[in-house]
């Protein structure tokens, strides 16, 4: 059942870029139906519409829908990116070594402790 599942979501996630494809094969399918039963302009005798007008509502409802779903993603990342509350704030330096007794101090140059740095000795 969750191999099920997670076949079906990994499937919508796939063909949700195809949604106006599929909407222009619905389209072609159906096109008599479509012409005869749905189109706006099936009563004007000398029309040559033959469905293109619910074609294009079909594809401006998809187009709209996929604006207010990416402004949904967008609002959702901005509002998890942004908030600053959940975020844990902490200092880059210590307040402790700041006081004066700190490792790094500025404008002194001391020269590298070769008792600890030091090239590798050959064993003979």
Known sequence: M???AVIL????VLLQ????QGILMVYQLNKAYV???LCENRFIPDSDCQGKCHLRKELKKDSE????????????IDMIAFN????PVATAVPQSETIGHSL???GLYTTPD?????????IA
């Open 84 to 87: 600053a509350e959940l975020l």
């Open 9 to 12: 979501c990994v499937l919508c």
């Open 65 to 76: 829908r996929e604006k207010q779903s990416q402004r949904q993603q967008q609002s959702t």
């Open 114 to 122: 070769f008792s600890i740095f030091h090239p590798p000795r050959l």
């Open 17 to 20: 870029p195809l949604s106006k």
């Open 2 to 4: 969750k191999r099920l």
């Open 104 to 106: 790094y101090r500025a």
């Open 35 to 37: 012409a005869s039963e």
